[in-house]
């Protein structure tokens, strides 16, 4: 495929390249771990007939990735996840993004209350990750995911409804224990869903994050049109769209359908 038979033949006859030669066969060394697109940067500065044959061979493996990554995106349970997935982080670093300014200008606290009130959410997230733990030895994580939107769904309006800094502070840390797992569990359900290939998965999110990085300019442009107050009601849609996506019990993803699609 890339018309280079004697860097092909070169190339069977390698064998494991110690890391000083790597230093001189970036491409060959990146492409030999997988890491084809890095091959391909490294190929494209040199135009000797090795980085030529490098350049074929990652080039041709990035097509084919793209290829089953679009694929991919048909399988019911690769895009449930996903859409999960990318939701899940409007409680988080989107959430976390405007947190501070919400504070300051619709609760009106000082910046260094809103400060310490990102600080205990911050803790509490350390502290849902620990408890995470031990719950997952118990339920499954389907299960704890289920139960966890039912309870954010609850607490996170009342979290922008009630007055008060202190009832405030006190929601915003149930909802950073809450959070534990929040996106590594859908996130391990992915990997599941496309079994072997952890090269598409990474493509998938890589599209599926390139959406993602609209909602903080959605968000802004709300705010600036009705207010923060009424374009932080936008976050609620990752509790809703977990109680609404997430598969019943006995249901959960079966990870040979995308080989029996494939």
Not at 19 to 41: D, I, N, P, Q
Not at 196 to 210: F, M, Q, R, W, Y
């Amino acid at each position: 495929q890339s018309g280079h038979a004697d860097w092909a033949a070169r190339e069977r006859a390698y064998g494991t390249v110690p890391a000083a030669r790597c230093a001189k066969r970036k491409a060959m060394c990146e492409f030999r771990a997988g890491r084809h697109r890095a091959s391909l940067v490294a190929a494209l500065a040199g135009s000797d007939p090795e980085s030529r044959y490098w350049r074929a061979r990652a080039a041709t493996e990035l097509r084919a990735a793209v290829r089953r990554a679009f694929h991919a995106l048909k399988q019911r349970e690769v895009l449930r996840w996903l859409v999960l997935l990318q939701s899940a982080d409007l409680l988080l670093d989107v959430l976390a993004g405007f947190l501070a300014l919400y504070f300051v200008d619709v609760v009106r606290t000082t910046p260094a209350m809103a400060a310490v009130a990102i600080a205990i959410w911050t803790t509490a997230g350390l502290l849902g990750d620990g408890l995470l733990l031990l719950v997952l030895r118990r339920i499954s994580g389907m299960r704890y995911l289920r139960t966890v939107a039912a309870v954010v769904a609850v607490a996170y309006p009342l979290f922008l409804l009630v007055p008060g800094v202190g009832a405030k502070v006190v929601l915003l840390a149930l909802l950073g224990v809450l959070n534990a797992g929040w996106y590594a569990i859908p996130q391990a359900a992915l990997y599941e869903a496309v079994p072997g290939g952890s090269g598409i998965v990474l493509a998938i999110e890589n599209v599926g994050g390139t959406v993602g990085l609209l909602m903080p300019l959605v968000i802004g442009v709300v705010a600036g049109a009705a207010g923060l107050q009424t374009a932080l009601w936008i976050p609620l849609a990752a509790p809703l769209l977990m109680l609404a996506l997430l598969p019943r019990p006995g249901r959960e993803s079966d990870p040979a359908a995308f080989d029996r699609a494939s």
